[in-house]
């Protein structure tokens, strides 16, 4: 996922539970208690191949010993695996004792080619890579989901899939798996995945429908007559005159995400429903007879979206450059992330009911400058997608993906394993 941005948000509520008796065979009466004390068990564990995971880190495309890693946690736990569905991406498969319906739970891996020294002793061993946007926490979040639910296999009713996707960040990982046939050798009925945010610490992150904006590239060909130093003016243009946001007219400014009145959070919040142009990253090259410029908008209404490319013309109509316009279309349509409305009040009800009030936070606004192919998984099979804070502020931790100083308090494994591997539990016991 792609996001620069350093955000906090309010505070969760940590909720401890205590030791709870079970038998073997029936459904755990405190799945919630239970998980607890699961996961504490195996965290220094989890913290160790987390360690090594960021290590080692692989980019996209490349994630064999990532792959091979995750292969022997899986085997040693006894789950089936099946590998190479779509580059490096391979499948863990926990069948529980009684039967059931099935469910996924997915986990990214690939790194970042980035050179920033991490501030840790675990650093990256290969130059140049590195895990920058957290997908060696999410790996281990899964592997630990894995681990906790095995011991309580017998009570288990139906089936679980991790599926261990390569190339996030290129946006073909998801895609590939897909089209490789992911769900012919898979069945789940729903779909789980999260990613880390600069939320604060363990804060559980949700919305129905779109997570995120809908990211559009642009192409707008021109022909060579359009002179280079005219296109930023235009892309400014674009800006000045496009731009839709519910900020009472002021600049539309992302510091304000953090706002406890109008940032993500807010019933107000000014994320809802906007339209921008990025024109900071903007590009423009000559291409044989014409010049091409490429940028990305961000639309919340997808409503909205065949009113872009109008609407971008007709701002180059009226800046007289009309007779040297080729053409405008999108060179990219990422889907976004669509949580399943009725699964996500589930899980939300589920988790605040077990660990307490407050424990998953819904968020209203959309964000901005991001996406991720979860995206792909839930064009097939209904599904859900969380945001987990990783975030230490007093530690000077702050999991701002993509950015130099990213870093993850790893108390958020702990949060993670416990928190999703009750819900998995749940969904798979509740009738
Ligand atoms: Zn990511």
């Known amino acids: 996922m792609k996001q620069f941005l350093a955000v906090a948000f309010a505070m969760l509520t940590f909720c401890n539970g205590t030791a709870t008796s079970f038998s073997p065979s029936s459904s755990l009466e405190k799945p919630e208690e239970t998980f607890t004390i699961e996961t504490d068990k195996i965290f220094d564990k989890l913290v160790q191949i987390r360690r090594k995971l960021h290590q080692y880190p692989e980019l996209a495309g490349n994630e064999k010993q990532t792959q091979e890693t995750i292969k022997q946690y899986l085997l040693e736990l006894g789950l089936e695996v099946k590998t190479d569905i779509y580059g490096y991406g391979l499948v863990g498969i926990l069948r529980g004792a009684k039967a059931g319906k099935s469910i996924a739970w997915r986990a990214d891996m690939d790194a970042l080619p980035q050179d920033f020294p991490d501030n840790v002793e675990f650093r990256s061993k290969t130059p140049g890579v590195r895990h920058g946007c957290g997908h060696d926490v999410h790996l281990t979040i899964a592997l630990g989901i894995a681990e906790v639910l095995v011991k309580q296999k017998q009570s288990l009713q139906g089936t679980v899939y991790f599926i261990f996707q390569p190339a996030e960040e290129t946006f073909v990982g998801a895609k590939g798996m897909v089209n490789n046939k992911l769900f012919s050798l898979i069945n789940p009925s729903e779909i789980y995945g999260l990613h880390i945010t600069p939320a604060l610490l363990g804060q559980i992150i949700v919305k129905a429908n779109e997570m995120y904006a809908y990211q559009k590239g642009v192409k707008i060909e021109f022909t060579n007559s359009m002179p280079k130093e005219a296109v930023k003016p235009l892309v400014t243009k674009f800006r000045t005159s496009l731009t839709r946001t519910t900020n009472n007219g002021k600049p539309w400014e992302i510091q304000r995400i953090l706002d ?11 994320f809802k429903d906007y339209f921008i142009v990025d024109d900071m990253t903007f590009l423009s090259r000559s291409d044989g007879d014409k010049l091409v410029v490429y940028m990305d908008v961000y639309e919340t209404d997808r409503a909205k979206l065949p009113n872009i490319i109008p609407a971008l013309k007709k701002v180059i109509e009226g800046e007289g450059l009309a007779d040297k316009l080729v053409s405008v279309t999108f ?26 009030k407050g424990t998953v936070s ?3 606004g959309q964000v901005p400058f991001s ?8 064009q097939k099979v209904p599904g ?28 958020s494994i702990r949060i993670g394993v416990k928190s999703f591997s009750t819900l998995l539990y749940k969904r798979l016991s509740d009738k």
Do not use: C, R, W
């Not at 669509?338 to 589920?350: G, I, K, Q, S």
């Open 260 to 270: 406890p009145n109008e940032g993500m959070l807010s019933p107000n919040s000014i």
């Open 331 to 356: 060179f990219k349509e990422n889907p976004t992330i669509d949580n399943d409305p009725n699964l996500t009040n589930n899980a939300v009800a589920m988790l605040n009911n077990l660990y307490g």
């Open 371 to 378: 996406n991720d192919d979860f995206s792909y998984f839930q």
């Open 362 to 364: 819904l968020m209203v």
């Open 384 to 411: 859900v997608y969380f945001f987990l804070g990783g975030s230490n502020f007093e530690k000077g931790v702050i999991a701002s993906i993509h950015a130099p100083n990213f870093m993850v308090d790893e108390e």
